[in-house]
């Protein structure tokens, strides 16, 4: 009987994360629509879905430049010319300095994985919450 419950619930969760994947790449192919290259900064840049993001922008011709801490994000994922800054999304003064030059700021930037979160909760809410914060502030 719970089988049957949880399917229609895990075929809405793809279906969402499917739609956000299209909503996310057409909004990567359509930035910039008037043939103007943008500035772009992706926070979580070295991480599975920034690094896919930073290559669109890139092959788009625009100029990208990532904030990540590497805690999850690996170099190998940047296959793509970025300018690569490691920081931290809680470093008020070079969120601020790098918001301020780009046109387009995409946050992907989050402390990933149950066990990290289980085993650093203070950390992780500071890092997903207070990073969301100070990106908001700027």
Do not use: Y
């Not at 619930?9 to 103007?36: C, D, E, H, K």
């Amino acid at each position: 009987i719970q089988k049957t419950r949880l399917r229609p619930r895990l075929q809405l969760l793809t279906l969402l994360m499917t739609l956000t994947q299209i909503v996310i790449m057409s909004l990567v192919a359509n930035v910039g629509v008037l043939f103007w290259r943008i500035t772009c900064l992706i926070t979580g840049g070295a991480g599975f879905i920034g690094s896919h993001l930073t290559d669109a922008f890139v092959n788009r011709g625009d100029q990208v430049t990532i904030i990540d801490n590497f805690s999850t994000g690996s170099a190998d994922n940047l296959k793509s010319f970025a300018q690569v800054i490691e920081g931290d999304i809680r470093d008020a003064a070079l969120i601020d300095k790098h918001v301020a030059q780009s046109d387009l700021v995409m946050h992907m930037a989050a402390a990933l994985g149950v066990k990290n979160i289980m085993e650093n909760p203070l950390e992780s809410i500071s890092t997903n919450l207070g990073g969301s914060e100070i990106l908001n502030e700027c």
